[in-house]
């Protein structure tokens, strides 16, 4: 986009980018160590990501990418987004379910060019929506794990190398740092998975002895 790569971001950046990863970083590890026990909370974070996200991204273009335009469009429409998922639970729950099975696959298939890869993400997040209605749970648990881990791997790279992140998985031409960041993202993915469903298990069992 023209916009974005027009915009003088330095101002903004250098006072507001190093807190939004430091809250992406601690709002990965709640997802990851405790996705299913909070998970009307992460419903409603995932919804408010999404529609931040998007609604950014639409200011932006629209707006030539005034960086306050883009902020308070993020911010409503993340409030926005938040609530839609938060009051309807079932379509929060296939939101996560899917975003969390799209995130898997995008690591799974890291580095293949085929045409086909977009599509199988798309059909593999649709599956995983459809997954967490039928066996909620365990596909949370994976779910909100993986979420996470990219969450916390991505934040905890940008901020050790900052702005030489993107140019250096750009210039890689052995994708050394892109293999790193993912097998970081997979030991957070899987150790929040173990978390889960081991804190998960020991309450159900503590619960039992006190009946």
Same mark, same amino acid.
């Given at each position: 986009m023209d916009?974005?790569?027009?915009m003088?971001?330095?101002a903004?950046?250098?006072?507001n980018?190093r807190m939004?990863?430091?809250?992406?970083?601690?709002?990965g590890g709640?997802?990851?160590?405790?996705?299913?026990?909070?998970?009307?909370l992460?419903i409603?974070?995932t919804g408010?990501?999404?529609a931040?996200?998007?609604?950014?991204?639409?200011?932006g273009?629209?707006?030539q990418?005034?960086?306050?335009?883009?902020g308070?469009?993020a911010l409503?429409g993340g409030?926005c987004?938040?609530m839609a998922?938060?009051f309807?639970?079932?379509?929060?729950?296939f939101?996560?379910?899917?975003?969390?099975m799209?995130? @898997?696959?995008?690591?799974a298939?890291?580095?293949?060019?085929?045409?086909? @890869?977009?599509?199988a993400?798309f059909a593999g997040?649709?599956l995983?929506?459809?997954?967490a209605?039928? @066996?909620?749970?365990p @596909?949370m648990?994976l779910a909100?794990?993986a979420?996470g881990?990219w969450?916390?791997?991505?934040?905890g790279?940008?901020?050790?190398?900052?702005e030489?992140?993107?140019?250096?998985?750009?210039?890689e031409?052995?994708g050394t740092?892109a293999?790193?960041?993912l097998g970081?993202?997979a030991v957070?993915?899987l150790?929040?998975v173990?978390?889960?469903?081991f804190t998960?298990?020991?309450?159900?069992?503590?619960?039992?002895e006190v009946?």
């Amino acid at each position: 986009m023209d916009w974005m790569e027009a915009m003088d971001w330095s101002a903004w950046a250098a006072n507001n980018v190093r807190m939004v990863l430091v809250l992406m970083l601690a709002l990965g590890g709640l997802y990851a160590l405790a996705g299913h026990r909070l998970l009307r909370l992460m419903i409603g974070l995932t919804g408010f990501l999404l529609a931040a996200f998007a609604a950014g991204i639409g200011a932006g273009w629209l707006s030539q990418g005034n960086p306050w335009i883009m902020g308070g469009a993020a911010l409503v429409g993340g409030l926005c987004g938040a609530m839609a998922l938060f009051f309807v639970y079932r379509a929060g729950i296939f939101a996560l379910g899917g975003l969390g099975m799209a995130i @898997v696959l995008h690591g799974a298939l890291t580095g293949r060019p085929e045409s086909w @890869v977009p599509w199988a993400i798309f059909a593999g997040g649709l599956l995983g929506g459809f997954l967490a209605l039928w @066996v909620e749970r365990p @596909v949370m648990i994976l779910a909100t794990s993986a979420i996470g881990a990219w969450l916390a791997t991505y934040a905890g790279a940008s901020l050790l190398l900052g702005e030489a992140l993107p140019e250096r998985l750009a210039a890689e031409s052995n994708g050394t740092l892109a293999w790193a960041l993912l097998g970081a993202w997979a030991v957070i993915a899987l150790f929040g998975v173990f978390f889960q469903f081991f804190t998960g298990r020991r309450r159900r069992r503590s619960r039992n002895e006190v009946r």
